[in-house]
Nanobody, 124 residues
Framework: QVQLAESGGGLVQAGGSLRLSCAAS????????MGWFRQAPGKEREFVAA????????VYRDSVKGRFTMSRDNAKNTVYLQMNSLKPEDTAVYYC?????????????????WGQGTQVTVSS
């Protein structure tokens, strides 16, 4: 099993930046593709970004391309989401997830393990 713990959320003004971290423990971390999802109040959980097991490939939803960057450091068992030029519509609880596969995936159902989430609030 893999346990995930997000951190780094907070309150920022529109146009600001924030970096989320996800620390993993348990089963071999480097063998999993990783993803970030978010969920706003009253809305369904949606895909944000994903990265392959090696970190060589990344995928982003269109609305965050050019603003968000996902990375991973397998030696530290940690993945990151650097968020720049934040907008009020980015406000949500952000979840880290792990998929037992090599390639990055945007499909929520592909992910086997989930963190508890961290709140990101962007004021206008």
């Amino acid at each position: 099993q893999v346990q995930l713990a997000e951190s780094g959320g907070g309150l920022v003004q529109a146009g600001g930046s924030l970096r989320l971290s996800c620390a993993a423990s348990g089963r071999t971390f480097s063998s999993y593709a990783m993803g970030w999802f978010r969920q706003a109040p009253g809305k369904e959980r949606e895909f944000v970004a994903a990265i392959s097991w090696s970190g060589g490939s990344t995928v982003y939803r269109d609305s965050v391309k050019g603003r968000f960057t996902m990375s991973r450091d397998n030696a530290k068992n940690t993945v990151y989401l650097q968020m720049n030029s934040l907008k009020p519509e980015d406000t949500a609880v952000y979840y880290c997830a792990a998929a037992q596969r090599i390639r990055a995936t945007i499909a929520l159902d592909d992910y086997n393990y989930w963190g508890q989430g961290t709140q990101v609030t962007v004021s206008s």
